[in-house]
């Protein structure tokens, strides 16, 4: 479910972002969206662990935060994630099939319709981190990453995901 949620979005995201009003490319969104909540009760992890402090604290848009935040949660996941994310880059069609192809489909797809690379660029900066980091330890949510994360983790991927450093 969660596979052919993506490919949905590969396919109409872009679409319905730049038309609105096209019924077709929305309706395919509203799909993919009813099986990424489908998709989600096997768990989250530290995207939205990480994306829920800085929504409480800066008032951010949580989709918006968890855009921002995924390509760097990713590439900390890497070690537990990368064969899936190869079989998913095959799944959507992606050239080379690969860790790398879908990261390079996520940042192009992010610059495509206009999401920012940094959490700086929501506003978000050092000053809380260690109250951010706790909160994002401490979230309900971060259980369910692939690898295990604490606040030192959190504090690391929240200083990437501000400063732009992914890897």
Request: net charge neutral; charged share 15%; glycine share 8%.
């Amino acid at each position: 479910i969660a596979a052919e949620g993506m490919r949905l979005v590969k396919n109409w995201l872009p679409t319905a972002v730049r038309d609105g009003k096209n019924i077709d490319a929305r309706a395919h969104m509203m799909v993919a969206a009813s099986m990424g909540a489908t998709a989600f009760q096997k768990g989250l992890g530290a995207i939205h662990a990480l994306s829920h402090p800085i929504g409480a604290v800066y008032d951010t848009h949580h989709g918006l935060t968890n855009a921002v935040v995924m390509p760097y949660v990713l590439v900390f996941n890497r070690s537990a994630i990368e064969q899936k994310l190869t079989r998913l880059a095959a799944w959507l069609g992606l050239p080379n099939p690969s860790f790398q192809s879908v990261l390079d489909w996520i940042q192009a797809l992010r610059r495509d319709i206009g999401i920012p690379h940094t959490l700086a660029e929501l506003g978000v900066n050092k000053d809380r981190l260690d109250e951010l980091s706790v909160m994002a330890a401490n979230d309900p949510t971060a259980g369910g990453n692939p690898i295990p994360i604490g606040a030192n983790e959190c504090r690391s991927l929240f200083i990437a995901c501000i400063d732009g450093k992914l890897g």
